[in-house]
């Protein structure tokens, strides 16, 4: 267990806080990383306003990059020094959709969020949320290896936060779900 401070939200509506919570050790198939860039999305303001639920106190923050620097001991992909990003969705890599490229709709993504204690919790021991299990507004996060993707040394830490969620959001609405293609006819309306 390391001590770190977070962007705590207590109650919908009202600011952040930065709080020193204790973040617990790596599972085996986890990886704590420090945490350099984190970008701000709706989702993030759709929690923090409550017109989505969650359980309070959390930690917001999913659009992450930063640098390995622990691993647990069935991790064979990463280690410490790695500049990586994170993927919202966890996913377990093995079941028919994982096997087929589908890994958002993992068929085992309940079992895969589940850890045996809280990764966040308060000095005093409350448990702290996380949001999409990542509650990237921490100095430190703990993901699962095969959630997290290695950068390219030519991408900078501040863009590659960007792939988590903005950038592949965009791409995915744009070739999968319109499904736009070489000559097709498109609006573009305006910007979010
Ligand atoms: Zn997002
Ligand atoms: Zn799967």
Do not use: W
Request: proline residues 7%; aromatic residues 2%.
């Amino acid at each position: 267990m390391i001590t770190t401070e977070a962007a705590v939200l207590t109650a919908v509506n009202t600011p952040l806080k930065l709080t020193t919570i204790h973040v617990d050790d790596p599972e085996p198939n986890e990886v704590r990383v420090a945490v350099s860039n984190v970008g701000l999305c709706h989702s993030d303001l759709h929690y923090m306003t409550g017109t989505v639920g969650t359980d309070l106190p959390v930690v917001v923050g999913h659009e992450v990059a930063g640098v390995v620097e622990a691993v647990g001991s069935s991790v064979t992909g990463l280690r410490p020094g790695d500049r990586v990003t994170g993927a919202l969705t966890p996913s377990c890599g093995r079941c028919v959709n994982c096997n087929a490229g589908h890994s958002t709709q993992c068929r085992t993504v309940a079992e895969a969020r589940q850890r045996p204690r809280p990764a966040f919790q308060l000095p005093n021991g409350e448990p702290i949320a996380r949001l999409a299990d990542i509650g990237a507004f921490s100095r430190h996060i703990l993901m699962r290896e095969n959630s997290l993707v290695k950068l390219p040394d030519e991408v900078p830490l501040h863009v590659g936060c960007l792939l988590s969620c903005c950038i592949i959001t965009g791409v995915g609405a744009v070739f999968r779900g319109a499904q736009v293609r070489p000559g097709s006819t498109v609006a573009v309306i305006g910007c979010c």
